[in-house]
């Protein structure tokens, strides 16, 4: 009963712990800094730079901007609202002629030049700007090739506000899990530096990722908030299947409904600006970050390797794979938490452990590699059908109501994720013979990676193949024999490897030793 209370406080300080990172930055105004209205247009009309000038004419757009190699004069200007503790800071290619700041000229450069103001110049708006919103214009001129004008957020604030909070809530966990740590020869007097550093590594990385939040959405992100919108607005994302094609399958909703519900949830939440979106998928995505350092600190803290669980943290956090996919605004560290999750309360609480791995499998198909593993394994235990049930529930729930309205489409968007061929964007192993011989797209092209999937079950079936290492397997195996992979892809098994060095340490100890046969 001890171990499951404390489990339980484990899962809801992290959960706590999530709530609190996200709105302690995107609900406080004043703490987090916006750029919004930004535009542009190839003529300085007069009064350009006023803060009052009717610019609905001008062309929209958002940071980084870039411009087409044969435009001079670039007129551009927008809003920004300043907080404590902010800055901001720009940078262009060729050279800014000019900037004002709510209708004031603050800065002017009487000769323009090739790069005059691209090679690592950042100007300083921050002593100009106001509390609140700014006006701010710049004219920016473009002497040769492409020309660019970037805007960054710099400052301590929101990270600070955003890191304390994640201070606190983990403060709590260690609390909660193991009310007499503080007293002599205990676990904490013997480590009591590491929660220090676990919490100054949290403080770290939320410095280090904050700037991110603020990318620009490429456009992958953008599709995924178009389909979003759609639900927002109670439509079916699916409908457009009807006249889709394979060759353009990118563009289309590809994952399974519960992403579109969660972005859509969001629209709601949190602002129908596509910016305001963006960012705060971003920030939800930086909370899901956190909560896996933690689990997996966690993970080792329980199996008596703190400073294994330490290094594990470090070794998720700054990753370049889960930097990338911060950047890019994919789901897939979203669709992390819960499957990394779902692995620390394995044993604990398995039918909590399959209800999470649904939740993985609803946001991003690739957990759904793991499935067989969770219904060999826990079908000893549980029972397979009880099993089956579990992981499906989620599922099942958010896909009804699509299918319902047009079953056709989401059958159609799933199977195609399966089947897709591999694209330029894609890093293609289109050299090798398995794919000439293949093919790259069909089910023919799936054959090894399905031969091998099989043999892996076989193993996990037969017992020569523990939790961990059979999760790690499924997804390698996916990244070395599917016909399209990007580099996102690679974050998948960034938590895995440090969960199964701790886990195989633990097993060679005899603590929490785990095995595929689990009576």
């Known amino acids: 009963m001890a171990s499951e209370k404390a489990s339980w406080h484990t899962v809801t ?9 996200i709105f302690s930055g995107y609900t406080n105004d004043f703490f987090l ?44 200007r927008g809003f920004i609202k300043n907080v404590v503790g902010g800055g901001f800071l720009f940078q262009a290619d060729d050279c800014i002629e000019s900037v004002y700041v709510n209708g004031e000229k603050i800065f002017e450069e009487q000769n323009c030049e090739v790069c005059t103001h691209c090679n690592g110049f950042d100007h300083d708006l921050t002593p100009y700007l106001s509390r609140g919103k700014n006006s701010v214009a710049i004219h920016l001129v473009n002497i040769k090739g492409q020309g660019y004008l970037k805007l960054r957020a710099a400052g301590l604030i929101a990270p600070l506000i955003a890191a304390l909070a994640a201070s606190a809530a983990a403060a709590l966990t260690f609390s909660l899990l193991n009310q007499s740590f503080m007293r002599p020869g205990t676990w904490f007097s013997r ?16 410095y280090m990722k904050y700037p991110i939040l603020s990318n620009p959405m ?45 972005g859509g949830a969001l629209k709601w939440v949190g602002g129908w600006e596509i910016m305001d979106w963006g960012f705060n998928y971003r920030l939800i995505s930086l909370s899901c970050d956190i909560g896996i350092a933690l689990l997996i600190f966690l993970f080792g803290w329980e199996r008596k390797h703190p400073i294994l669980g330490f290094f594990g943290a470090a070794f998720w956090s700054f990753n370049r794979f889960s930097l990338e996919v911060l950047r890019i605004g994919h789901p897939d560290v979203i669709t992390l938490l819960p499957l990394v999750m779902s692995l620390y309360l394995f044993e604990k609480k398995p039918r909590t452990s399959c209800v999470l791995l649904g939740v993985a499998v609803s946001l991003k198909q690739f957990p759904l590699v793991v499935v067989p593993v969770y219904l060999v394994v826990l079908g000893r235990r549980l029972g397979l059908m ?113 969960l199964m060095i701790i886990d195989f340490i633990g097993s060679k100890n005899g603590s929490h030793h785990r095995s595929a046969r689990l009576q």
């Open 218 to 262: 490429n456009g992958d992100f953008r599709t995924i908030h178009g389909y979003s919108e759609d639900v927002a607005m109670l439509r079916n994302p699916y409908r457009v299947m009807d006249h889709a094609s394979l060759d353009m399958v990118a563009l289309y909703p590809c994952y399974l409904p519960l992403v579109y519900v969660f």
């Open 33 to 76: 800094p916006e750029f919004t209205g930004w535009r542009y247009s190839l003529n300085g009309e007069d009064g350009w730079y006023a803060p009052g000038f009717d610019d609905s004419k001008w062309h929209e757009s958002q940071f980084p901007m870039s411009f087409n190699p044969s435009w001079r004069d670039i007129y551009v």
């Open 386 to 498: 009880k099993t089956a049930v579990f992981i499906a529930l989620v599922p099942l729930a958010v896909s009804l109501p699509f299918l319902a309205s047009d079953a056709t489409g989401l059958a159609k968007a799933i199977w195609w994720s399966f089947v897709r061929p591999s694209s330029r964007a894609s890093l293609s192993w289109s050299s090798s013979p398995l794919l000439d011989f293949f093919g790259d797209s069909g089910l023919l092209s799936r054959a090894p990676i399905l031969l091998l999937y099989l043999l892996l079950y076989y193993l996990v079936y037969a017992g020569e193949v523990g939790l961990m290492p059979a999760v790690f397997a499924a997804l390698i195996v996916f990244l070395a024999y599917n016909p399209y992979i990007y580099s996102r892809y690679f974050s998948w098994v960034m938590p895995l490897i440090p």
């Open 13 to 21: 300080l992290l959960l706590l712990f999530v709530f609190i990172f």
């Open 191 to 206: 480590h009591g530096v590491l929660p220090i550093l676990l919490l100054l590594l949290v403080f770290f990385s939320v």
